[in-house]
């Protein structure tokens, strides 16, 4: 009986192991078959790459979720008489190579995409020995995708639930739903609809809808916002990312502390925004969240309640950042050594403007409008909120504001370039400053004739407060801190935990020396 068990056992190693050889086999045969096209495909082109020839047709296999209709426009450009008579085989597989490209930004399908050139069968009399049969064999992505987990930031938890539809109706439509909870912001509900237009993986129309309600305890309440957007991004040839959008929404500042502030008080109840906005950005860093080379250039502006944009808040809001790293070479190492220098600047600009097409008649900013300045993933060295003007306990924010941080970072001992933990040394710094009260009874003192408009203040009154307000930027040390810590650059986000330690506080301003957390995907 054992010798029976043991044959029968051996047998069954037997059979798994020729099955797995087989497996091996057959994957080895599949990747020596595709280098052997590649190289066929070389050998073709460094040979007839001036030959002229022509698509005879181009089909897409696998894409069995997405419209027909949806894929047209990316491939008739292609088969059009009017370009087809006009291509040597070079151009034909750069066209190719063209629609495979676009295919793959629509975030559909697999990155891997399968492309076949084979020449109709001559028994075609309509097909000539230079026409091409183009076949793409591609393996779309899951549709939906569900996720839920819990966030820890600095002095914040929170759980979320995320849903995304991806091809919703068959032309790389997107669908996310979003829900989270936590300890600072009590609720956030989230939809985005967003659709390519006109089959372009580079220019998306996208409708969001938003209900938020969160903590502010660094200005002592609680801010509720509902409102809708619709965007639309487009990617220009150089690699520029632009946005421009409407956004309307209703904010509510509730929730008042008891020991809430008169400033506060003041901006407390409802406010309606209405707004539009535009968004360059252009990223050269080789990795967002961990650059060791390249350059950011970011620039915001929106402008809310002038014109036919209505609401009950006037403002031109503009913001620029710039941020930049180099690796710094090590004598000894000829590969990269994971050593860098970087450095980053942001200011930013809030103006207050009147309510449709008139000149005077400008109220003071809103709260929930203004700057904040000071943070884990901000200033560090300072609370959130904790540089710029206060009442008391409250932060306030600031109509105008400079920001700028110089770092280093050193790859841990014993891990190399590749490793997504760094030691940082770090020393940044800023200024926050506001309207001040004088230029806003400023047009009190301008006469009659200047005096303010419904209430507000006159243009006069405003864009002497402003230039004020630039010229104390510069009047003094700004907020200044250093520091060192620990960076782990996740694909998603960027975890730091750092000690920082205050140089410079003015009056008023909340400093926090010692161990800080900080989370997210933005770092000054």
């Not at 002095?155 to 909870?181: P, Q």
């Not at 003007?389 to 409250?394: E, K, Q, T, V, Y």
């Not at 410079?504 to 997210?520: A, D, N, T």
């Given at each position: 009986m054992a010798s029976k068990a043991f044959a029968?056992?051996?047998?069954?190693?037997?059979?798994?192991?020729?099955?797995?050889?087989?497996?091996?086999?057959?994957?080895?045969?599949?990747?020596?078959?595709?280098?052997?096209?590649?190289?066929r495909n070389l050998d073709l082109l460094s040979q007839n790459?001036?030959?002229?020839?022509?698509?005879?047709?181009?089909?897409?296999?696998?894409?069995?979720?997405?419209?027909?209709?949806?894929?047209?426009?990316?491939?008739q450009p292609l088969v059009d008489s009017?370009?087809?008579?006009?291509?040597?085989?070079?151009?034909?597989?750069?066209?190719?190579?063209?629609?495979v490209g676009k295919m793959q930004r629509f975030d559909i399908f697999h990155e891997q995409i399968q492309v076949h050139l084979s020449q109709p069968s001559q028994v075609d009399?309509?097909?000539?020995?230079?026409?091409?049969?183009?076949?793409?064999?591609?393996?779309?992505?899951?549709?939906?995708?569900?996720?839920?987990?819990?966030?820890?930031?600095?002095?914040?938890?929170?759980?979320?639930?995320?849903?995304?539809?991806?091809?919703?109706?068959?032309?790389?439509?997107?669908?996310?739903?979003?829900?989270?909870?936590?300890?600072?912001?009590?609720?956030?509900?989230?939809?985005?609809?967003?659709?390519?237009?006109l089959s372009n993986p580079d220019l998306r129309l996208s409708f969001e809808g938003l209900a938020s309600s969160t903590q502010k305890p660094w200005a002592s309440h609680e801010e509720a916002v509902k409102g809708g957007a619709v965007k639309l991004n487009w990617l220009d040839p150089a690699g520029d990312k632009h946005q421009f959008g409407y956004t309307g929404a209703w904010r509510q500042i509730t929730g008042l502390h008891e020991k809430a502030s008169a400033?506060?008080?003041?901006?407390?109840?409802?406010?309606?925004?209405?707004?539009?906005?535009?968004?360059?950005?252009?990223?050269?860093?080789?990795?967002?969240?961990?650059?060791?080379?390249?350059?950011?250039?970011?620039?915001?502006?929106?402008?809310?309640?002038w014109g036919h944009l209505q609401g009950d808040v006037g403002f031109s809001k503009s913001e620029v950042e710039f941020s930049g790293a180099v690796p710094v070479p090590v004598p000894g190492i000829s590969r990269p050594s994971g050593v860098s220098i970087g450095a980053g600047f942001r200011a930013g600009m809030l103006y207050p403007l009147p309510l449709g097409y008139g000149l005077n008649g400008a109220k003071p900013s809103r709260l929930n409008d203004r700057f904040?300045?000071?943070?884990?993933?901000?200033?560090?060295?300072?609370?959130?909120?904790?540089?710029?003007?206060?009442?008391?306990?409250?932060?306030?924010?600031?109509?105008?504001?400079?920001?700028?941080?110089?770092?280093?970072?050193?790859?841990?001992?014993?891990?190399?370039?590749?490793?997504?933990?760094?030691?940082?040394?770090?020393?940044?710094?800023?200024?926050?400053?506001?309207m001040s009260s004088k230029a806003r009874r400023g047009s009190e003192k301008e006469g009659k004739k200047e005096s303010s408009h419904q209430g507000g203040m006159s243009s006069g009154a405003v864009w002497n407060g402003m230039t004020s307000a630039t010229k104390e930027l510069a009047n003094g040390l700004p907020s200044l801190s250093t520091g060192f810590g620990l960076v782990y650059a996740h694909p998603v986000a960027r975890f730091e935990l750092n000690f920082s330690?205050?140089?410079?506080?003015?009056?008023?301003?909340?400093?926090?020396?010692?161990?800080?957390?900080?989370?997210?995907?933005n770092f000054l």
């Open positions: 029968d056992s051996s047998d069954a190693f037997e059979r798994t192991l020729k099955q797995e050889t087989a497996s091996v086999d057959k994957k080895l045969a599949a990747e020596r078959a595709e280098a052997y096209a590649e190289t790459g001036t030959l002229p020839v022509t698509f005879s047709s181009i089909a897409v296999h696998g894409a069995k979720n997405t419209r027909k209709s949806f894929l047209d426009p990316v491939f009017r370009n087809n008579a006009k291509y040597t085989l070079a151009e034909m597989l750069a066209q190719i190579s063209d629609a009399p309509s097909s000539t020995p230079t026409d091409f049969d183009v076949a793409l064999r591609v393996r779309e992505k899951s549709r939906i995708y569900l996720k839920t987990g819990t966030d820890l930031g600095n002095a914040e938890g929170s759980a979320y639930g995320t849903m995304f539809w991806r091809n919703v109706f068959g032309g790389a439509e997107t669908l996310s739903l979003n829900a989270s909870a936590g300890t600072r912001t009590r609720s956030a509900y989230t939809a985005e609809l967003s659709a390519p237009v400033s506060v008080r003041g901006d407390a109840g409802d406010s309606v925004k209405s707004s539009i906005q535009y968004l360059f950005q252009r990223d050269r860093r080789d990795n967002p969240m961990l650059p060791q080379a390249g350059y950011l250039v970011k620039a915001a502006t929106e402008l809310a309640g904040t300045l000071g943070g884990p993933t901000d200033v560090r060295g300072f609370t959130l909120g904790g540089i710029g003007p206060r009442d008391g306990a409250d932060a306030l924010g600031g109509d105008v504001f400079a920001a700028g941080s110089v770092n280093m970072l050193l790859p841990l001992p014993r891990s190399g370039a590749d490793s997504p933990f760094r030691l940082q040394l770090f020393a940044n710094g800023g200024r926050s400053v506001a330690l205050p140089l410079v506080v003015r009056k008023g301003e909340e400093s926090r020396k010692g161990l800080s957390v900080g989370v997210g995907i």
